[in-house]
Every structure is written in structure tokens, then in C-alpha cells.
């Protein structure tokens, strides 16, 4: 936001423009209103300025703004000739063309710094928030809010050796300002020192080193532009904010500092009285030519929206001092005005069109954008497992991508493994989310385990994020896969009407999920059992596709896992699966007509080692025989009479012949061929 004064805005104009008339113009122009206040018989209004337009910043900014609506143009600043003479000033100067990109500088001899600043100064800068310190920085403050150049002025006395070095400090020091408070500067912040002491923090702030007073009888004027962005850090973490920092940060005109520095100077002598000598510094290393761009007038008209004339084009953009030729019945070449930072490219010019066109005269019409659908099928994927899981009374829940550093401590994962990861961030908001996770399973268990702190049971929840991983493969070095899990612990169905006892979620559950999801897409997937230290012994099976491990089941181990916050207060089992969603295509489903004969059905209870998968069996089964469609477990049974490491387990066999109609003849060979290998492979026998 700047204010400005609308009796200072006036001296620009020969007749008294009215206020409204003012407001209506830079409203037109794309400038938003922030407010007016009325003090001692003036105007002082808000409008808020983009970063980009530094050129509004000051009072001839606005009033060139405001005078170019109309075709008509501000007057030039105007100053005695003066020579430019760097070797013979009176200070040796040393500038850094790194950190500063024109460095003026003059000295003004006998001055007298007890004359009072002119009352209109003074009621013009407090008005707008600047309180008066002495005439010299009076008027160098007034000329900055009038010209746009920032001025500072030292005390040419003070200054040791008669040397000034505009250069990155060297080491971290503190200084005083010139308002008695201290600052801070670190090594690479730009300064300005002279052989003892810093005098001033560039674009910022001075120090009381070379403070001007009334004392004062000869002064060095300097108008300078640095580099922006150094500014702008030094004063954030200074957490100062001047004027000269607020301008210098967004930019300024780095051709009109050596005549703003000489208009400044005679206001100084005609005031303060003394004498300017008649050579000056002026560092200049690179100097601008004002840039040229090409304007395409179709490009333009495509953009806009309009069908603007080329001459239109052109007498629009000259009358805000860009200077146009026509190359050919399209482009435009434009000269760029040198206090115009933001326009860069061709598409700052087409904005500059339209602003100046009018955007109310810019009819609003949707364009007609031709586009093609891609279909993700990750995201198609997501929506299906999304609905496929609330139907089974599952909640979603959403968590931070970022875990503690120690998980894989935790979870008992060494370097190597496949869930293995040392992703740190480097600057992680709290020591709780500095891991990016490799696995969503540390989340989902936090999730569960803060529900039941606050008594909130009996829960299963799901989560579509994503995992990471290093992967130098990626330009960014790290491999991003969106990943499902999903836990559960607790009573999946509690008793009631028709029900004498809880049902609580099982692992049978966490299979039948899987098998649900699995088949919904159509998935042929295997299990193969893997050690996870973070699960139950036994009970964890890395999930396979097509060859490939894509994911893991498992009952989470709670003692394992009981340093995670609120997990002790878990008393029932925990289920846990996850699965890469990559991997997951979903595949078209043929219904297969099995056989016209009628299929069978048998059921073994066999006695087995709890050592020994179910699956393995159930494979040795089904690769007996051609016409055994489908094996699977019924039942689970345990007592005293069993040793330690027995159970019974109950399968059931379904036999279908595509030829004919089975035979117990025929079952029973099979049965008996299957029952051998069983016995001789693991010793398993029928338990009656």
C-alpha cells in the first residue's frame, strides 16, 4: 500500500484536479482504493501497489500515470549541469558492482542544518507517516516520496579517512542507528564503512557513525541502487521496515538517480544554504539502454480477447512513454521507459494493452478450449477402493506424509530392507514429522491409537497417501507411490438381538478385505510369508502380483510397537494391510461357465504342525488333480488333548469334471493320491 497527498499530486497539475476525478482514473487503470483520511485541509489516500509497480510509489509516478489518461506528459527533472569527475572527489569511494548498481554521490559544502525545513514539507511527510528529523533528511525524505530515489546523507567530518566502501560485510557485527536503537549485521549483509565503523546498513537504515546534525557544516549526498534481493533479506531479519528499504526492495530507476541526487542537493543549498562542488561520483557500471520488445498484434488480440487495430495499439502504448515502430503489419518493436521494471516480456506489453484499453471495455466472453481426456487410472482406481471400503465400514482418515526419525528403529527395519528409508527433511516443522514415510502404517497406527485415548473404539480405518523412497532413477532422487492401507482392531459386530457375543475383527478378516479388493479388480495374488519384526510371529505375508511384491499383511506386534503415543491403550488385536496402487490394473472379468456336471463337495479335517501354512496345503491339494476347482479353510480347532504346536484345521474340497458326472471311485483315488503327499511331506493326518 502507499499514501499519497492529493495537494502534492496538484503541484503537478496547472489546473486544481478534483479528487473524484483522480480516484475514477487510477480505478480505471487497475488500482484499488484503500481508504482516505483528512488531515490540516488535505487528502491523503491509500491505494494499493502491486510489487511490480514501483514506479507508483511516489507522487510522479502517480501524477505520470494519471496524465498519461489523458495523452499528456509530466515535465522532466530538471537541475544545474554538473561534472562527473570520480577520481577527484573529495572521498575515496569503492564500490562492489556485485551488490549495488549505480552509486551517485556529491558534497555540499557549509551548510546550515539549524534552519527549519519548510512547513509544507514537514505537514506533507508527517501526514503521511515521516517525522522530521533535520532539513538535510527532511528534504532527502521529501525528494524520495516526490522523485522515488531513495537519498542519504552523511556527515562529511565523520567520515575516517575520508573513504567509503559499498560492499558485503565481512563479519557479523552490531551498530547503533541513527535513532539510538541496535541492529545486528551478519557477514554478506550490504554496507557502507569507512576505515573505523559501518555507516549505514544499505537501503535500510544509517548508524550514528556518520549521523548529519545541526552541527553539521559539510555533507556527502548519496543516491544509490542496490541489489533487491539482499535488501529484502537484511531487512526481514533485521525486522526493519523504512521507506528507502520498502523502495529499494521492489526497485528503482536506475537511471534517474544521478538527477534526482542534483534536484535534491539544490533544494538542500536553497534551503540550508552552502554550495555544491561542481564534480560528482557517479558509479555506473553497466549502463541500461532502454530494452525493446516485439509486440505481436495477433498474439495480443488472442490474448485480450478483442480485435484491437495495430495503430490503435500504438497510440495506446505511446501515451504511457513507450515508444513504438512498426516492423510489419503484426509486430510492433517497443522501447521500454526506463522506470517501467515490471514490463519484461512480450506478455507484460499485451497486459499493458489491455490495461490501457480498458478492461471495461473488454467484453467478457468463456473462451473455447480444446481439450482431450486422459483417463488416470490410479485416481479411477482410488474412487472404487474409496467406495469398495465404506461399504465394508471403514473411515477414511487423511495424514501428514511425515513421521518420526526413529521409526525405522521402531519397527525394527534395517538398512537394505525393502520398507527401509532415511528421507530426513531438513528443516521439519516439529521433531514428530521429520521422516518421509516409507510406509503408512507408523500413521495409520497413530490414527487408531489417539481414538482410543479418547475412547473411541472399535475402529477400522483407511488411507490413500502416498510412501517414499530414494530413487536416483527420479530427477528429484526420490520415488513417490500412492499406496492404500488399511488396519482394524477391535468388535467388527457387537452382540444384540440375535447375537449372544461380540465379534471381533480377525485375521480372517484382514483376508477376506484383501480378497474383496483383489477381486474387484479382477487380481490373481499370492502370499508369501516374510519375517516383519513389527508383526505378530507368523502372521506377516508380503502380498505378490504378477511376480512382484506390491505390498504386506500382518497382526501388528503392540509390544513391539508400544513406544508410539497411546498405543498400550490398545487392548485388542491390531490387523494391518497395505498395497501399492500402481500396480493395480483393473482387468476385464469373463464369466466362465465351470462344467454342465455337477460338482462336489467334501470336507477334510486334517491334523497339522501350526508351523505349516494353510496355503501350502491348500496348493499340494488343488495340484493333485485337473477336477479339484477350489480349496479353502472352514475351521480351526484347538484343545487339550492337541500338543503344543497341533490344531486342526478343516478344509473343504470342491471336485467338477468337465466330461461327466464324478464317481466316489474317482474322488476317492484323488483324495487318497493327495492325503499320501500330505502325510509323507509334513506327516498330516484325519483327525476324527
Known amino acids: 500500500m502507499f499514501k499519497f497527498s492529493l495537494n502534492w499530486l496538484r503541484d503537478y497539475f496547472e489546473e486544481k484536479i478534483k479528487y473524484d476525478e483522480i480516484m475514477n482514473k487510477l480505478k480505471l487503470q487497475g488500482f484499488e482504493f484503500g481508504g482516505k483520511k483528512e488531515i490540516d485541509g488535505d487528502i491523503i489516500t491509500e491505494i494499493e501497489v502491486k510489487a511490480n509497480r514501483p514506479d507508483m510509489l511516489y507522487h510522479m509516478g502517480i501524477a505520470r500515470e494519471i ?29 562492489n558492482k556485485e551488490v549495488c548498481k549505480r552509486y551517485c554521490a556529491l558534497k555540499i559544502n557549509g551548510v546550515d542544518l ?17 517525522n522530521s528529523v533535520n532539513a538535510a533528511v527532511d528534504i532527502g525524505n521529501y525528494v524520495m516520496l516526490d522523485m522515488g530515489q531513495p537519498i542519504h546523507a552523511y556527515d562529511f567530518d565523520k567520515i575516517a579517512g575520508k573513504k567509503l566502501f559499498i560492499d558485503k560485510s565481512e563479519k557479523d557485527s552490531k551498530v547503533t542507528t541513527f535513532i539510538g536503537e541496535e541492529a545486528e549485521v551478519k557477514k554478506g549483509d550490504i554496507v557502507i564503512f569507512d576505515d573505523e565503523s559501518i555507516k549505514c546498513v544499505a537501503g535500510i537504515i544509517g548508524t550514528q557513525g556518520a549521523a548529519v546534525t545541526e552541527n553539521t557544516k559539510d555533507i556527502i ?22 521507506p528507502s528499504s520498502f523502495r529499494f526492495e521492489r526497485g528503482v530507476n536506475v537511471s534517474s538517480t544521478r538527477d534526482v541526487l542534483l534536484k535534491c542537493a539544490e533544494m538542500i543549498t536553497k534551503i540550508c544554504g552552502g554550495k555544491i562542488e561542481t564534480n560528482i561520483f557517479d558509479f555506473y557500471p553497466e549502463k541500461k539502454e532502454e530494452k525493446s520488445i516485439c509486440l505481436s498484434v495477433k498474439k495480443a488480440n488472442d490474448l485480450i480477447g478483442e480485435e484491437i487495430d495495430k495503430d490503435l495499439m500504438i497510440k495506446l502504448l505511446e501515451k504511457y512513454d513507450f515508444k513504438c515502430t512498426a516492423q510489419d503489419s503484426d509486430t510492433i518493436k517497443v522501447k521500454i521507459p526506463s ?10 506489453l499485451i497486459e499493458e494493452v489491455a490495461r490501457i484499453y480498458g478492461y471495461d471495455n473488454i ?12 483417463k488416470n487410472e490410479v485416481w479411477d482406481n482410488m474412487d472404487i477402493i474409496r467406495e469398495v471400503f465404506t461399504g465394508l465400514g471403514f473411515n477414511e482418515t487423511i495424514n501428514y506424509s511425515f513421521i518420526p526419525n526413529n521409526t525405522m528403529n521402531v519397527f525394527g527395519i534395517e538398512n537394505g530392507d525393502r520398507l527401509y528409508s532415511d528421507l530426513v527433511l531438513q528443516n521439519p516443522i516439529a521433531g514428530a514429522y521429520s521422516l518421509m514415510r516409507p510406509m503408512m502404517t507408523h500413521s495409520l497406527l497413530s490414527s487408531l491409537a489417539y481414538n482410543y485415548s479418547v475412547n473411541n473404539n472399535n475402529l477400522a480405518f483407511f488411507e490413500i497417501g502416498r510412501v517414499y523412497f530414494k530413487d536416483n532413477s527420479f530427477d528429484t532422487g526420490v520415488k513417490e507411490t500412492d499406496t492404500l492401507g488399511f488396519i482394524m482392531s477391535g468388535v467388527r459386530i457387537p452382540k444384540g438381538f440375535g447375537q449372544d457375543k461380540d465379534i471381533k475383527y480377525s485375521y480372517y478378516d484382514l483376508l477376506s478385505y484383501l480378497n474383496v479388493i483383489m477381486n474387484r479388480f479382477g487380481q490373481n495374488f499370492e502370499l508369501r510369508q516374510n519375517d516383519y519384526k513389527f508383526c505378530e510371529e507368523g502372521s506377516g505375508y508380503d502380498i505378490i502380483l504378477s511376480g512382484k511384491v506390491v505390498g504386506f499383511i500382518g497382526e501388528l506386534n503392540k509390544s513391539k510397537l508400544s513406544s508410539i503415543q497411546n498405543v498400550k491403550l490398545i487392548k485388542d488385536q491390531i490387523f494391518y494391510g497395505e498395497f501399492y496402487l500402481d500396480t493395480l490394473t483393473e482387468k476385464v472379468k469373463k464369466i466362465k461357465f465351470e462344467s454342465k456336471y455337477p460338482s462336489v463337495n467334501r470336507l477334510y479335517n486334517l491334523l497339522q504342525r501350526k508351523d505349516v501354512p494353510a496355503g501350502e496345503i491348500a496348493d499340494v491339494i488343488k495340484s493333485s488333480s485337473e477336477i479339484i476347482r477350489n480349496v479353502a479353510v472352514k475351521d480351526i480347532y484347538f484343545d487339550k488333548t492337541f500338543k503344543e504346536n497341533e490344531y486342526a484345521v478343516l478344509y473343504e474340497v470342491k471336485y467338477c469334471s468337465k466330461d461327466s458326472t464324478l464317481t466316489a471311485e474317482q474322488i476317492e483315488d484323488i483324495e487318497n493320491s493327495f492325503l499320501k503327499k500330505l502325510n509323507e511331506k509334513w506327516g498330516i493326518s484325519f483327525k476324527k
Open 114 to 130: 539549524k534552519k527549519a525545513t519548510p512547513e509544507y514539507m514537514t505537514k506533507r511527510l508527517n501526514a503521511l507517516g515521516i
Open 67 to 95: 496524465k498519461a489518461f489523458d495523452g499528456e506528459k509530466i515535465p522532466e527533472i530538471t537541475h544545474e549541469k554538473c561534472t562527473v569527475n570520480s577520481e577527484d572527489f573529495p572521498v575515496k569511494i569503492s564500490v
Open 339 to 348: 522506470y517501467r521494471l515490471d514490463v519484461k516480456l512480450e506478455v507484460d
Open 363 to 374: 467484453k467478457p466472453e468463456l473462451p473455447t478450449i480444446k481439450t482431450s481426456y486422459t
Open 221 to 242: 549526498l548519496e543516491a544509490a541502487v542496490f541489489d533487491e534481493i539482499p535488501v529484502r533479506l537484511t531487512s526481514r531479519r533485521l525486522k526493519i521496515s523504512t
